[in-house]
């Protein structure tokens, strides 16, 4: 499958996710930058897929990645960012969004399973009390040591 047919906007997203959910699969959902891709993302990736049927992965777009990680971020632009991670075999759909938070596309899309890894605590995950209400888990998943954007962008530099 060409890997661009995986990148939605989210009035797809929300119509793709509604016909999975009607045949009784279970939806994932996470967010991030994913600038880099590294080691560390792909095991957080395949341990939130494992969760249920559909991986869902928000991206944040170039203007909020700069807005939260600041001048120079992000090092990858949100096409190519969106692109990497529609290639991987383990993510069904990826959606970009804009705002601060991913609120507004979780309530949308409104997925059975929400992912954060481990350095989230439940009370700053944003949507969780959203996706609790309407009956689905929020989950957080361990990360690998050592990996990181920042890490490797601070590598680069020396």
């Known amino acids: 499958m060409n890997t661009k047919f995986k990148i939605k906007d989210r009035l797809e997203a929300e119509e793709i996710v509604s016909g999975w959910k009607n045949n009784g699969d279970e939806v994932v959902f996470t967010n991030g930058c994913f600038d880099i891709l590294h080691l560390g993302h792909i095991d957080y990736l395949e341990k939130a897929k494992d969760l249920g049927q559909h991986l869902v992965v928000a991206v944040n777009t170039?203007?909020?990645?700069?807005?939260?990680?600041?001048?120079?971020?992000?090092?990858?632009?949100?096409?190519?960012?969106?692109?990497?991670?529609?290639?991987?075999?383990?993510?069904?759909?990826?959606?970009l969004f804009g705002e601060d938070t991913p609120l507004e596309l979780i309530e949308l899309i409104m997925p059975d399973i929400l992912v954060k890894g481990k350095d989230y605590k439940m009370s700053n995950i944003v949507g969780a009390d959203v996706v609790i209400e309407h009956g689905g888990k929020v989950e957080?998943?361990?990360?690998?040591?050592?990996?990181?954007?920042?890490?490797?962008?601070?590598?680069?530099?020396?």
Request: aromatic share 6%; proline share 2%.
């Open 140 to 158: 957080t998943i361990e990360l690998v040591n050592g990996y990181s954007t920042t890490g490797i962008i601070e590598k680069l530099k020396m």
């Open 62 to 95: 170039d203007e909020s990645v700069q807005k939260l990680k600041g001048e120079g971020r992000p090092v990858n632009d949100e096409y190519a960012r969106s692109r990497i991670l529609a290639a991987l075999n383990f993510v069904d759909l990826v959606v």
